[in-house]
């Protein structure tokens, strides 16, 4: 009996590979994973509290009136064989103890930065340096603040020359997948420098 079917027919099921969002608080991780994601995304924010202010340094992002306490989760197909699964991370310290859980199995990683809040950024990059997780630096450019050169912040975050470091806009959708695929490449590239010879 002969299939229908030959096997370069049939369907092979997508490869699904895990991305982490990090970066300080009200940096735009919770934006950016529901300005790309395909699905509802599950949010675990929580109503800032008076309880709080003394431990959460809301210091030019005042007008912020939630915090994400566990992770942000969405998904988003990037071609027919590719999908990524986006876990945001929380962004105060006091939940940090959650990242080596969410951090597990992942391919690599998007540090979120805001320019007017730069050194928040350093803890997240010391983060994924230490564990050497690969990851790209994306600076969320809000409106109304200064625009910096990349070489400016690449030079302030002390990143070696190899990390990938864009512009973006946390809403827009294009321009957060413009990131997602920086990551996925430059992680790829880690892991296998030949990947792209090889599926061109």
């Given at each position: 009996m002969v299939s229908g079917r030959s096997s370069t027919a049939r369907r092979r099921a997508p490869l699904?590979?895990?991305?982490?969002?990090?970066?300080?608080?009200?940096?735009?991780?919770?934006?950016?994973?529901?300005?790309?994601?395909?699905?509802?995304?599950?949010r675990t924010e929580e109503d800032l509290s008076e309880v709080g202010r003394p431990v959460d340094d809301t210091g030019g992002v005042e007008a912020k009136t939630t915090t994400t306490v566990a992770m942000d989760f969405g998904r988003i197909t990037l071609r027919e064989d590719l999908v990524l699964y986006l876990f945001g991370t929380p962004g105060q310290d006091r939940f940090w103890f959650l990242w080596d859980e969410l951090a597990q199995g992942s391919?690599?990683?998007?540090?979120?930065?805001?320019?007017?809040?730069?050194?928040?950024?350093?803890?997240?990059?010391?983060?994924?340096?230490?564990r050497g997780i690969p990851f790209t630096v994306a600076v969320n450019c809000f409106e109304g603040t200064?625009?910096?050169?990349?070489?400016?912040?690449r030079a302030a975050l002390d990143l070696d020359a190899g990390v990938p470091l864009l512009l973006c806009d946390a809403r827009e959708r294009e321009s957060v997948k413009t990131v997602l695929v920086t990551v996925?490449?430059?992680?790829?590239?880690?892991?296998?420098?030949?990947?792209?010879?090889?599926?061109?």
């Open positions: 699904a590979l895990k991305i982490l969002v990090a970066g300080g608080f009200g940096v735009g991780k919770t934006t950016l994973v529901g300005a790309v994601s395909e699905i509802r995304p599950l391919l690599g990683a998007v540090v979120l930065a805001d320019t007017r809040r730069l050194a928040d950024s350093f803890a997240a990059v010391d983060y994924f340096e230490r200064e625009r910096f050169p990349a070489t400016s912040v996925v490449e430059h992680a790829l590239d880690l892991v296998d420098p030949g990947h792209r010879h090889a599926t061109t």
